[in-house]
């Protein structure tokens, strides 16, 4: 079996849990890396990439990841995960009425294989003032939870299992 890569970026950690806790459920080697610690995709055979939202954006590197590496990931048929907190509404998890992952997908030239959202976490405690302000705007405009004393993961782990069990069906 060729071996599989998951390239991620992160920011409060979220997309790198999930990256490894796909890497323990899809068998055969697996290896996870930052998009910043891969040079080529050659050594792969297929390919994975997550990333998550930050008011309302993926981060440039992911847009740059996806550009050089564009025929690879065509040759690779690789898929895409996108991370975000409105995905706790499991009706957002799908790519239609998920706008920051449809308008991704429409917006890139890379038409990737597979594109799944898993629901982000809301990490309170860790954000500087800022953020927690802002954070705590947004889930009050869309009646999430708004108790900064608290720190809630959203993410499903069962869709999580539901698609590594996906790509290991497909593995070559
Ligand atoms: C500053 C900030 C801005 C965010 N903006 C959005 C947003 O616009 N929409 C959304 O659905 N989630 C938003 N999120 C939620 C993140 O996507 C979620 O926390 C995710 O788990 C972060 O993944 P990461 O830890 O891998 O970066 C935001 C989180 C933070 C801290």
Not at 85 to 90: G, M, S, T, V, W
Not at 129 to 147: A, N, R, S, V
Request: with cysteine.
């Amino acid at each position: 079996m060729s071996k599989i890569l998951i390239a991620y970026s992160t920011v409060d950690g979220q997309t790198r849990k999930i990256s490894h806790q796909l890497a323990s459920e899809i068998k055969g080697e697996v290896e996870v890396k930052k998009f910043e610690e891969i040079d080529s995709l050659d050594d792969y055979g297929k390919v994975i990439i997550g990333s998550s939202i930050r008011y309302g954006k993926f981060p440039k590197k992911l847009f740059r990841f996806v550009e050089k590496n564009k025929t690879s990931l065509e040759e690779k048929q690789a898929d895409f995960f996108g991370v975000n907190l409105i995905a706790r509404n499991p009706e957002k998890c799908l790519v239609e009425n998920n706008v920051y992952v449809r308008k991704f997908v429409e917006k890139t030239s890379w038409k990737p294989n597979e594109v799944v959202i898993f629901a982000g976490a809301l990490n309170y405690t860790t954000y500087n003032l800022f953020d927690k302000k802002m954070i705590q705007l947004i889930m009050k405009i869309t009646e999430g939870p708004t108790d900064a004393s608290v720190d809630l993961e959203f993410t499903n782990w069962e869709d999580v299992s539901s698609y590594a069990d996906k790509v290991n069906s497909e593995a070559k």
